[in-house]
């Protein structure tokens, strides 16, 4: 494409009065959570992917690596690094699946339990502040539509989004 039509086409896009995409209006919210997670979990010297992790295996305690890392938006090999750092701090414990002994099963330690709870006060300051302009009945219409958003893209099928779990 023509650089100069691409720079036109940019300028009509952006220009005053044209809303931004929601696209674009998610990553900007998404950006400027990560950077607030990244403030907050620096304190406990984690990052907001292993706070994720932590408080995936708060609400869901026994599960394997690879449901973690589905779960907590990473890959099972980045997931592996992770698990083991969390392990050699003692926040979290493996132990084999007795169902299934090829399997391992994760949990929080007390200790990783602790740590969540330390943080949960300043993260629900952010996710406060973030709300702090809408009414109660709206944040449950975007928890709704953000849910619905969420469940349209959901891949089954490594392919590429569009193809639903519905």
């Known amino acids: 494409m023509n650089p100069s039509t691409e720079a036109a086409r940019t300028r009509r896009r952006f220009r005053p009065g044209n809303p931004a995409s929601l696209l674009y209006l998610v990553k900007q919210l998404e950006l400027a959570v ?3 997670m990244e403030r907050v979990t620096s304190i406990a010297t984690l990052t907001p992917v292993q706070y994720t992790a932590l408080t995936t295996l708060e609400r869901h305690p026994g599960i394997t690596s690879a449901q973690l890392a589905r779960t907590s938006f990473v890959r099972a090999q980045s997931m592996a690094e ?12 493996r132990e084999r699946d007795p169902r299934d002994g090829r399997h ?3 949990s929080l330690t007390p200790e990783g339990a602790a740590l969540v709870e330390s943080l949960s006060g300043p993260v629900s ?3 406060r ?11 449950e219409q975007l928890r709704r539509h953000l849910d619905r958003c969420r469940r349209a893209l959901a891949v089954t ?8 779990r519905r």
């Open 34 to 36: 990560t950077a607030e």
């Open 82 to 93: 992770l698990v083991n750092t969390l392990m050699r701090r003692g926040l979290i414990s």
């Open 104 to 106: 391992y099963l994760l």
């Open 125 to 127: 300051t952010i996710e």
């Open 129 to 139: 502040l973030m709300l702090a302009d809408l009414e109660p009945e709206e944040i």
């Open 157 to 164: 099928d490594p392919g590429g989004p569009g193809r639903s």
